[in-house]
């Protein structure tokens, strides 16, 4: 019981500081919050609000995306956060830096144009309606 309660209690170190998330809806139109559609390796797809200011990994967790793994807790150390941006919205992202194209060489599964550490893209309001997918493998 004890056991239960202080996992009922405590959050992983990965999701300190990540705000609430909410299943996008009617009434989800708070553009601090941008919506983020994760479309999965099965072909369906997750949509939600995420808080602005966190990064697109920290959103993916707390939410409970499936195939985000983050193994590093998004210290740049891993490539378990793997995803595809859209076409449509690759020049929306700053480039990355040497250090993720660096860890983009480990990915496990294809590397594409879109490819991107989830840890590294920070969610602002100018990315309301980011389209990413989620790869088949990050191991």
């Known amino acids: 019981m004890l056991l239960q309660l ?12 990540v705000m609430p998330f909410t299943p ?14 994760f479309t999965l390796p099965d072909g369906s797809s997750l949509g939600f609000e995420a808080a ?4 697109l990994m ?3 967790i707390g939410y409970g995306v499936p195939g985000i793994l983050a193994d590093c807790g998004g210290a740049l150390r ?10 449509a ?16 060489g480990c990915v496990a599964d294809s590397r594409g144009p ?6 590294q893209i920070q969610l602002h309001a100018g990315l309301q ?3 990413v997918q989620v790869p088949e493998r990050q191991l």
Do not use: F, Y
């Open 114 to 119: 879109g490819s991107r550490l989830a840890c």
């Open 6 to 17: 202080q996992w009922g209690t405590r959050r992983p170190a990965c999701l300190a500081g």
């Open 78 to 87: 891993c490539a378990t956060c793997h995803v595809r941006v859209a076409p």
């Open 89 to 104: 919205w690759v020049d929306h992202l700053p480039p990355p830096s040497a250090d993720e194209l660096a860890m983009l």
């Open 24 to 37: 996008r809806g009617p009434g989800s139109d708070n553009p601090a919050m941008p919506d983020i559609d």
């Open 58 to 60: 920290q959103a993916a």
């Open 129 to 131: 309606g980011l389209r």
């Open 52 to 55: 602005n200011g966190i990064s």
